[in-house]
């Protein structure tokens, strides 16, 4: 038991360091004097309207996990309570990265008697369905800024060249796709008691199950319309925090799609609330839209910050309501 605590301080400490490096390599050229006046000039309107936006869209996420918990066992989980018990997941994570969906579950155990392993599974099939919805608005953002994916992805390699490459040596590309794809089935199938192969194979089950089960709920139509609603309402939220800075006020809506893919990608990352990787993913893609280095830095600074902000007061609140709710006890059975 000690060990594994040590292992986990560690990681804890690992990730914190990564995180808190990132974030100094990115901002060490940054006048804190620059953060503030940008801060003053910005349009705190539509700031405040994208906290507005994104703390319905959290409950939007509470309500959807309220969807996915059977009612067969504890107390009902209203879509209040489960956005409060999310709060409490976001608030977590901001500490100990990944954390914060054991908490959340934790914390419905406690008030409503439902068991860990059921919410645990429900987390899964959200996760789940958040990456293939990530997936696909990564995809929805090749289609329509198709341009600059092809330019970012021509400063690394000929494209063109690769192309006629390709073309003029096909059977032996063809080829060399069937042998790749062959490889790795024999290396599943040789390898599959591995336990990096068993990772890969659960992590892909647990996708389908996933689906599966979204498939067999009493309102799967609410919960495909509100997995939908959220990722609208993080677009909104980012569309709106770059109407209230002067610097990214005349980015179009699907650059603004693709400065928000690269923050998911960012928040994705094992480090604490995504700090560093969520401000250089977002500060790199807006400087190829044109926006200038340190304004593209100082953007991506004032909507995390903005965010980590509502999280813990929310969160806070959260946690403070959820605490005066008295633990469940299974009624007596006569």
């Known amino acids: 038991m000690l060990q594994k605590n040590f292992k986990q301080i560690i990681q804890l400490t690992i990730s914190l360091g990564v995180a808190g490096w990132i974030f100094w390599f990115l901002y060490r050229d940054i006048a804190f004097d620059s953060l503030i006046e940008q801060v003053k000039s910005s349009n705190w309107f539509w700031i405040l309207t994208s906290l507005a936006i994104a703390l319905v869209g959290y409950w939007v996420r509470g309500w959807r996990w309220s969807l996915l918990i059977q009612e067969d066992e504890g107390l009902k989980v209203t879509p209040n309570r489960a956005y409060h018990a999310v709060m409490v997941g976001y608030l977590v994570n901001m500490l100990i990265p990944r954390a914060g969906e054991?908490?959340?579950?934790?914390?419905?155990?406690?008030?409503?008697?439902?068991?860990?392993?059921?919410?645990?599974?429900?987390?899964?099939?959200?996760?789940?369905?958040?990456?293939?919805?990530?997936?696909?608005?990564?995809?929805?953002?090749?289609?329509?800024?198709?341009?600059?994916?092809?330019?970012?992805?021509?400063?690394?390699?000929?494209?063109?060249?690769?192309?006629?490459?390709?073309?003029?040596?096909?059977?032996?590309?063809?080829?060399?796709?069937?042998?790749?794809?062959?490889?790795?089935?024999l290396?599943?199938?040789?390898f599959k008691n591995h336990s990096l192969v068993n990772k890969i194979q659960h992590f892909f089950r647990e996708i389908g199950g996933g689906l599966k089960s979204v498939g067999k709920l009493k309102n799967p139509l609410g919960f495909l319309g509100s997995s939908i609603l959220i990722w609208v309402f993080y677009f909104m939220t980012m569309y709106t925090v770059a109407l209230g800075i002067q610097s990214t006020a005349n980015l179009s809506s699907s650059e603004v799609l693709?400065?928000?893919?690269?923050?998911?990608?960012?928040?994705?990352?094992?480090?604490?609330?995504?700090?560093?990787?969520?401000?250089?993913?977002?500060?790199?893609?807006?400087?190829?839209?044109?926006?200038?280095?340190?304004?593209?830095?100082?953007?991506?600074a004032i909507i995390h910050g903005t965010q980590v902000i509502l999280v813990l007061v929310v969160g806070l609140i959260s946690w403070i309501i959820l605490v005066r709710i008295p633990a469940w006890k299974k009624p007596d059975s006569f």
């Open 102 to 185: 054991v908490a959340r579950c934790g914390v419905l155990t406690r008030t409503n008697g439902v068991s860990l392993g059921h919410l645990v599974g429900t987390v899964i099939v959200e996760r789940s369905v958040d990456l293939i919805f990530l997936i696909g608005t990564i995809l929805l953002a090749f289609l329509v800024e198709n341009e600059l994916f092809l330019n970012l992805a021509s400063q690394l390699v000929d494209l063109k060249a690769l192309g006629e490459g390709i073309l003029s040596n096909l059977p032996i590309a063809l080829g060399g796709l069937i042998i790749f794809i062959l490889f790795i089935y």
């Open 187 to 190: 290396v599943f199938r040789r």
């Open 258 to 300: 693709l400065v928000m893919v690269m923050g998911s990608i960012g928040m994705i990352a094992p480090v604490q609330g995504g700090i560093g990787t969520f401000h250089a993913l977002v500060a790199f893609i807006l400087i190829q839209l044109g926006v200038s280095e340190q304004d593209g830095k100082i953007f991506a």
